[in-house]
């Protein structure tokens, strides 16, 4: 009040004093469902500042977030492209691992459908360095009693059979290989004729005669007759059909995705399988039975078949007992 | 420049009036005795605002606009204090400070010794009372009240009456 002319002190004083009884009135005062005086007057004197502030904060804190505060985006972004492009590769692991569970869990439930036939399964670590051979090494060898002529399977269908056996590793030979060959049978008609590699990604079922009655997307299945492959393990089907002299030219697409193996089974027995327990005989082609025997010795399975007993590897292309007989003759 | 010094020559001649000591609070709290209590038993004389009397009264004669303001809060909030409780603390507190300063700043004006001017001023100041009152309730309690009633009026009028009586007594209190 020192400051003040001393005429206008009283004025001061009435303000403030008024002032004070005001707030004091205020204090005292509740409005209906607004509560105390003081409180809505407070809250109506203050609410217009806080929310211009907050306002003003807001935008102020936008700009500085939009327009000031990017000097580390360029670094978060760089590090979230890392971390994204991490979790591609994670998620594309991931997903890859879910296939080949999907498949390992494939050959288990094969397994153990088919528990009294020895088992073991590999894994393809490598194919054929040339398109000459179609062949593939599996990470078994005969240290895990892997031997030669064992047969090599997949859940879908015949791969082929080992053709050589190291320590830690086999090669396979693919059905695809053209001195590849398995003992098959149509399945519907239950001709018998033995199906082989011509270098390409189909087979080519070579003895079916003409007058025997095939359909385009026939089923071929395993006849046994070679003794490497159980009975009625799917080969393929049938794509194309040409008559030709004496025999009909059959084409068939393989069950096995042979260009894409991951994992295979082998069949850790040189011994005769009975997958199916069918008394069924299979009705042999007259064709292939007529086959001269020295012919039938040579085809498919080239270097590796019409071995004798022990070894029970017999000539996948042997398409009947008969003629697996007239196979070993030669030799 | 003439008109100012005029002025100040004619505050000059005003004379500013000392009291008995223990008159004002004796005063003051005899009023608001007064007001508490006869109306009890004469319903009439709560028309009678001594309060406001006593504080019209010592406002214009001690002609301190600060001694008078004050003077005039503390009796506003003593009769508040009063009034029970549905008149808040500050009601009568206002006006009576308003009219409390304004009392003290006319009286040290003017010469209101004269009984007419007296009843005039109390007149006024009644209104100014009423008025304040009135606004405060609006404003600032949001209550209802009328502007002017005759009732009112004839409020103004006898407190005027008994002011120029009741001022004309308390004129006695003054120090000689």
């Known amino acids: 009040m020192a400051g003040i002319p ?10 403030g004093v008024v ?46 977030r939009h327009y000031f505060a990017l000097q580390n985006a360029s670094r978060e972004n760089e590090q979230l492209r890392r971390e ?51 062949t593939i090494m599996l990470d078994r060898g005969s240290k895990d009693h892997i031997k030669k002529n064992m047969g090599v399977i997949t859940p879908e269908g015949v791969v082929g059979k080992v053709v050589e056996v190291y320590d830690n590793t086999s090669e396979v030979l693919l059905l695809t290989d053209k001195d590849s060959g398995v003992g098959a049978m149509l399945g519907n008609s239950r001709v018998q004729s033995p199906v082989g590699g ?75 399988l009975q997958l199916n327990q069918e008394t069924e005989t299979a009705k042999p082609s007259a064709s292939v039975a007529t086959k001269p025997a020295a012919e039938a010795a040579k085809s498919p399975v080239s270097g590796t078949v019409a071995k004798p007993a022990p070894a029970p590897v017999s000539s996948a292309a042997v398409p009947t007992s008969t003629n697996a007989a007239a196979a070993v003759k030669p030799e | 420049m003439n008109d100012a010094f005029d002025i100040r020559n004619m505050e000059s001649h005003i004379e500013v009036h000392k009291f008995r000591g223990g008159a004002i609070v004796g005063a003051t709290l005899l009023a608001l005795m007064f007001q508490a209590f006869v109306p009890v038993y004469f319903a009439k004389a709560a028309m009678i605002d001594l309060p406001l009397l006593i504080t019209i009264y010592f406002g214009l004669s001690r002609r301190n606009p600060s001694t008078g303001l004050l003077l005039g809060m503390i009796i506003g909030l003593l009769q508040d204090s009063l009034s ?8 009568y507190g206002i006006a009576k400070t308003v009219i409390g300063y304004l009392a003290s700043s006319i009286g040290a004006r003017l010469d209101t010794e004269h009984p007419a001017a007296r009843f005039a001023l109390t007149i006024i100041f009644f209104g100014l009372h009423q008025g304040i009152v009135l606004l405060t309730r609006r404003i600032l309690l949001a209550q209802s009240s009328v502007w002017f009633t005759m009732h009112l009026a004839a409020a103004a009028v006898v407190n005027a009456i008994v002011a120029v009586f009741l001022f004309a007594l308390l004129d006695h209190l003054r120090k000689s």
């Open chain 2, 84 to 91: 029970g409780p549905t008149v808040p603390l500050g009601l």
């Open chain 1, 198 to 272: 011509a270098g390409e990604p189909l087979l080519v079922m070579k003895y079916v005669a003409n007058d025997d009655v095939v359909s385009v997307g026939e089923r071929v299945v395993t006849s046994g007759m070679d003794k490497i492959f159980p009975r009625d393990l799917p080969i393929g089907t049938i794509t194309d059909i040409k008559p030709g002299n004496p025999f009909k030219s059959i084409r068939i697409r393989p069950s096995a995705h042979l260009e894409r193996l991951e994992e295979v089974i082998v069949l850790l027995t040189l011994q005769p």
């Open chain 1, 84 to 134: 994204n492009d991490d979790l591609k590769i994670k998620v594309t692991q991931l997903q890859s691992k879910a296939i080949e569970a999907d498949r390992l869990a494939l050959l288990l439930n094969f397994h153990k459908s088919h528990e009294s036939v020895p088992m073991l399964g590999a894994r393809v670590i490598a194919t054929s360095a040339g398109t000459a051979s179609a």
């Open chain 1, 19 to 64: 002032l004070l009884q005001i707030l004091l009135l205020a204090l005292q005062i509740k409005r209906d469902s607004e509560g105390r005086l003081i409180r809505v007057w407070t809250v109506g004197a203050f609410s217009p500042f806080e929310r211009a502030g907050n306002h003003g904060i807001g935008h102020l804190r936008e700009a500085w």
């Open chain 1, 6 to 15: 001393s005429r206008h002190k009283s004025i001061f004083l009435l303000a």
